[in-house]
């Protein structure tokens, strides 16, 4: 009967927690919210933690945002074409980093609403496949709403007296038009003390044809690495670090870590890029979704091109 029912409201598609897309073209939009202001943050938010929620807002200079702002805002997750509401994430003060060019405000998620489907429906998907120990429908609620935007996969390497490591995040960004650079690292990844000490990491811009490869290199979060010639494809030494770089790496940037904050269940690092090398043109690059997501582009008939 439950694979019946299966059949009727979603037919062939495979339910599971994440979809793996590429894309060029972004159809989802964030706004920040408060008062009766409203900032299109896109290009500018990233998600660094789970436990709590943590987002990361690059506010530049020019725009006026004080601590006081933050106190009560909303994070609201759009379709850019429809301007269907999908997720929206209350807001509270966690910390902030100041530099010159702006400020990085850390904020911290209370409640999450969801809007992509009916509340049956996603309390349903729920109940039947995402349900587990410790697991909680707020919890599950936490996790749709980050990954209702796009989250891009890029590879992290770092090394150190004969020790290296290389991982792919995609709790990992960098704010427009500028070199700050910012990584939410979990505290059971293996290389984040040795990262910390050294204030040093690099990280690779990788097209998503590489996919097997990326996947490969999840396991080194929280295991020790293979030597490095038993590694399925070859790396090259960066100008400067010496750190190791993917042989099919687009671009890459050595970053000095200036700032770490601990948020719950992951590190915060923030750095700025002292090189960048561009090696060849993007291709695409493997971005993360929930199925949530998915589910309603696909009904809408405008979905990501899965990979």
Known sequence: MKQYLKKILYGDTTIKEYASITTTSISEKVLLKFDHTVIDVSDNHWALCLQPVIFGIWINKSINLSRADTRNCVLCIE??????????????????????????????AGRFRLFHTSFLEIFFLYNRYYRKPKFSFTKFKSYVSV???????????????????????????????????????????????EIIKSKK???????????????????????????M??????????????????????????????????????MLLWGESQYEEIRSNAQGSLFHIHFLLDLVLQRHGTAYNRI
Not at 155 to 171: A, E, L, T, W
């Open 79 to 108: 379709e850019k074409s429809s301007k269907k509401k999908l997720a929206q994430i209350k807001l509270s003060y966690y910390d902030s980093i100041h530099e010159k060019d702006g400020t990085l405000f850390l904020l911290k």
């Open 201 to 227: 990491l690099l990280v690779s811009e990788v097209p998503f044809t590489h996919k097997d490869n990326i996947y490969e290199l999840g396991s080194h979060h929280s295991s020790e690495p293979p030597p």
């Open 229 to 266: 010639p038993q590694l399925s494809f070859k790396t090259f030494d960066s100008k400067n670090f010496g750190f190791p770089v993917p042989d099919f790496a687009e671009q890459y940037n050595e970053i000095n870590i200036t700032r770490t904050v601990n948020l719950g269940s992951h």
């Open 147 to 193: 990954f209702s935007y796009p989250r891009k996969v890029r590879i992290v390497s770092f090394k150190r007296d004969g020790y290296y490591n290389i991982f792919p995040m995609d709790f990992a960004g960098r704010t427009r038009e500028s070199k700050h650079y910012l990584f939410g690292l979990r505290h059971s990844n293996h290389a984040l003390g």
